[in-house]
Each structure stands twice: as C-alpha cells, then as structure tokens.
C-alpha cells in the first residue's frame, strides 16, 4: 500500500509536499489560520509524518477558504490550496466525512443545485442547505429583505441541455 | 469591440446590480456582447472543494460552448474567471486530464479563446483617457478604497492579472471617473467567500477587519468587481462599521450618466443612497 504522503502527492500532481522547507509564509499569509486547529505548513508535516487520520478528520481542511495565498506566495510552489482539495476529496471518499459538517452540506446543496438546474438558483439552493443542515433561522430576516429587493428570483432560466449535465456529474462519480 | 459574455448564476441573483451595469456599460463603451449559449454554472468553490474531475468538466462544458463565438470571454464574476483560468490551466498542462474531459463533457477543447475580466477590458482595450472623456459627472466626493479579493489575482501564473500583490487598473479606473481613490493594503485579502453561510461568524470577522480597515484609510466607501465579495461585504460586517459597497460598473454608469445608473443602488442591502446624495451624486 501506498504510504499517505506518496498518495497526496500523486492527486496533487505537481511539486511535491517534500519541497516544503517549513518557513511558514503559507500560515502567516493564511486569512483562516487562526480558526484552524493545524497551520497548513503543520499539515505537510503531518502529512510526511504519516497522522491520515488526524488530517482528514481535521477542521482544517474544510476551512480553507480557496484564497489561493499560500501557493501565491510559497518560495518553492508548493500548491497547499491544491493540497486541501485533495484531503477534502480523501476524507469524503474514505467516508471520513467532513469534521466542519456544515462546510460539506453547503457544498452538497449548492451542486445538488447544478444538477437539477444547471445554473444555481440560490434560493431554491439556501432552502435545500437549511433542511441539509437543520440550520433553519439564520439569514431568514436578511433572506426576506433581498427577496423584497428582487434580489432572489425564484424562476431564474435554466440550462437547457440538461442531459449534457447530468452526463458530466454521472461520469465524474467515481473520479 | 465584440466579446462572449459569460454572466454566471449570480448574476442572475444577489448579483444583478452587477449585471445590469455592465451591459449598459458595455454598451457606451462600443463593447458588444454575445451571451454564451446554454451556458451552466462554473462549479464555485463547491465543485473543486469536493471532487477535482467534476470542477474541471463544468468550466470546460462552457468553455467549449464558448468557443463557438470565437471571440475572447469575458467574465464579470470573480469566482467564474478564477474557475475558467483553472480550467484553462489544467486542460492545457495535462494531455491526459485533457483526453478525460473531452470525455466526460463530449466534446473537443481547442483552448483558443481567451478568458477575460471586465476591469482588464475596460484598462487595456478602453482606457481610462477614453473612459474619462465620456464622464458628464465626476465622481467628486466618492472615496472609495479599491478591493479585487482573490480570485481575480490568485494564483498568478494562472490568473495572470497585474501587479498581483498591489493591483492598480480598478484604482487607475476609479480615478479616472472622478473619484478620489484612497490606498489601503487589504487590496487582496479574502472577505471568507463562501463560508459565508456555513461558517457566518469567521466571515463577520474577516468582513469587520475589512471594513475597520477601509474607515481607517479614510474610505467613505468600497468598489470591487466580485458579486460574492460585495455580498459578503454589504451584508456582513458588523453594525456601525458597514459602508456603502458597489460594483466598479456601477460607479461608471453614474459618472457616464448612464440611463437606469440610480436604479442598481436600491437593490443594496446596506443602502447607498445616503452617501450619494450627501456628496450631490444622485
């Protein structure tokens, strides 16, 4: 079997986690770092240190914004925003799940959306995310006020060749 | 100039002030539009926080279809630029990931168009001396400070936006329709995109910070082109540190008295209105 830091490595196809000499400019410039339980240059050691388990049932993962300043700014190109869509993707296919539960059901409505519709209708999006998470009442007075604003429409247009897709979500399944 | 028009869901939405500037924009500034045909959603942060094949597949289904405009994309969201680059930027590196997709969406990527934001068309095709000459109502009294978020800068080498540390063209626009742009350096830093609603209180602090930040600098208002960072912006700070938010095209129509330019401000969330009125804008 395959050791953890030889699998991430090979998702994340491009310079190697072992690059990473640890000045920890990715964690300084991280916007999130101090919500997180593990820094991201923690993580890559983690990562070469074996602790599967330990990261891909961490918060860290799913609270990572995307916002693309660690790779921006690392001295040797390692991609760390890549690298936390690899483990998301590890812990939802080892049935890990997501520690950040919320963080998964607002990713689960918004491309359950995609598929029905092809485009996002974000209020049919936020109600599914609610009953998905239970968390029924927050944004419910802001919700109202950008209804009464126009700002939801509930009949947005759709994609039309919906079957091209669907095809695209049935054939990327198992990817 | 003709150009492929690529909206994007939030626009359609929370978005729309945004979409209804830019085409009168567009439209005064001779840019003709042609809306991707059947095009569907990038994928957002959804589709690459969850499974990589999937995020790629999607911008690649409405690249395609772009393609068939022959024309160079322009992409007004943020988010969907970012998604479109990325795509882009796989495609090209990957024979292999290239073979696959063509699979998934059942068609061919050439990769011959290019992929364009609207603050990169306006600097480098218009320019701001063109753009200046067509104001009627400088923006006197508007202060804005300029905020480009992430994903229109990030990463660079797939992005490919200037000055990626310390962006200017939205700065050098802003002042050429009269505006007295304030620097400030959160230029670049995240508003928390879309954990805004999974984790609402870490977003209220990134989008505190900002806003303290902006007041600090002297700012009586933010301009940005990314309707997620705008939603972020207008709804979530915390009262007393909110100011008024806009789209960089809504700013242009108002200096180019473009008909309907007052009507985007209603929609705002935190009401605009007061400050343009307090400055003789409206």
Known sequence: MENFLVEVNKKIHGVQLQSCYHCRKCT????????????????IKMIQNGKRDQVLSSKTIWLCLSCE??????????DIARMMDVLRQMAIE????????????????????????????????????????????????????????????????????????KDIFEKTKHS | MKVSYYPGCSLHATGKEYDQ???????????????????????????????????????A????SAEKNALDVMVPCAACFNRFKMAEHHLKADKELKTKIEDVVGAKYQGGITIRNPIDIIYNEIGVDTLAAKVTKPL?????????????????????????????????????????????SYKTDCCGGSLAISKTSIVVDMCDKLMSAAREAGANCVVTACPLCLANLDMRPSKGLKLPVFYFTELIALAMGLAGSKETFKSHMFDPQPLLKQVGLI
């Open chain 1, 28 to 43: 300084a410039g991280c916007p999130v770092a101090s919500y997180m339980e593990y820094n991201p240059n923690k993580v």
């Open chain 1, 69 to 78: 300043t660690c790779i921006t700014r690392c001295p040797n190109q390692v």
């Open chain 1, 94 to 165: 080892e049935g890990v799940g997501a520690r950040e539960k919320n963080v998964l059901k607002f990713h689960e409505a918004f491309l359950a959306g995609i598929k029905r519709g092809g485009r996002i209708n974000e209020p049919m999006m936020m109600v599914e995310y609610k009953l998905k998470s239970g968390d029924l009442f927050s944004d419910a007075v802001a919700g109202v006020e950008m209804f009464m604003k126009g700002k939801l429409s509930l009949l947005s247009p759709r994609t039309k060749d919906m079957k091209s897709v």
């Open chain 2, 21 to 59: 500037s830019m085409k009168s924009v567009s439209s005064a500034l001779g840019i003709e539009l042609k809306e991707v045909e059947d095009w569907s959603c990038c994928g957002a942060s959804s589709a690459h926080s969850t499974n990589f094949d999937l995020s790629i597949a999607l911008s």
């Open chain 2, 61 to 64: 289904r409405n690249l395609i």
């Open chain 2, 140 to 184: 006197t009294g508007l202060k804005p400070v300029s905020y480009y978020g992430c994903l229109l800068l990030r990463p660079p080498e797939v992005c490919e936006f200037e000055n990626y540390e310390n962006p200017y063209m939205l700065d050098k626009i802003l002042g050429s329709i009269g505006a007295e742009v304030h620097n400030w």
